[in-house]
Nanobody
Framework: QVSLVESGGGLVQAGDSLRLSCTAS????????MSWFRQAPGKERDFVAT????????FYADSVKGRFTISRDNAQNTLYLQMNSLKPEDTAVYFC?????????????????WGQGTLVTVSA
C-alpha cells in the first residue's frame, strides 16, 4: 500500500494548461500501476489515464487523448498529469490511484490506494 497526495489543481480558463502531481509515500512506488481518474459534480468517477510500472506504456480515455499526458518519476515517487487545451467539461476532482494486482486499469474497483483528490475548474 502507498499513501497518495495530489496537488496542482486550480481555476483556469478554457485553452489553458495545468500539471497535476501525485506524490506517494510508502514502499515500492515503482511496483504499482498508476492512474488518474476524475469525478465531475453529480457524476461517477471516470478513468482518465494510466501508466505501467516503468512508464513505457500508457493509454487514455478518448475524451482526453491528444490533450493529456501521464508520466511518472519513480526516483521521486511522483506521478504527473499534464493537461493541455483544457475544456469546461474537464472540470472535476482529479484522483490518482495505485494498483498492484494486475486488474483492468479502467476499473476503479481494482485500485488499492487513492489520493484525496484535487479540484480542477475550467471556465469558458
Amino acid at each position: 500500500q502507498v499513501s497518495l497526495v495530489e496537488s496542482g489543481g486550480g481555476l483556469v480558463q478554457a485553452g489553458d494548461s495545468l500539471r497535476l502531481s501525485c506524490t506517494a509515500s510508502g514502499r515500492n512506488f515503482g511496483s504499482f500501476r498508476m492512474s488518474w481518474f476524475r469525478q465531475a459534480p453529480g457524476k461517477e468517477r471516470d478513468f482518465v489515464a494510466t501508466i505501467n510500472w516503468n512508464g513505457d506504456s500508457s493509454f487514455y480515455a478518448d475524451s482526453v487523448k491528444g490533450r493529456f499526458t501521464i508520466s511518472r518519476d519513480n526516483a521521486q515517487n511522483t506521478l504527473y498529469l499534464q493537461m493541455n487545451s483544457l475544456k469546461p467539461e474537464d472540470t472535476a476532482v482529479y484522483f490518482c490511484a495505485a494498483e498492484y494486482g494486475g486488474g483492468a486499469p479502467v476499473d476503479s474497483s481494482v485500485y488499492d490506494s487513492w489520493g484525496q483528490g484535487t479540484l480542477v475548474t475550467v471556465s469558458a
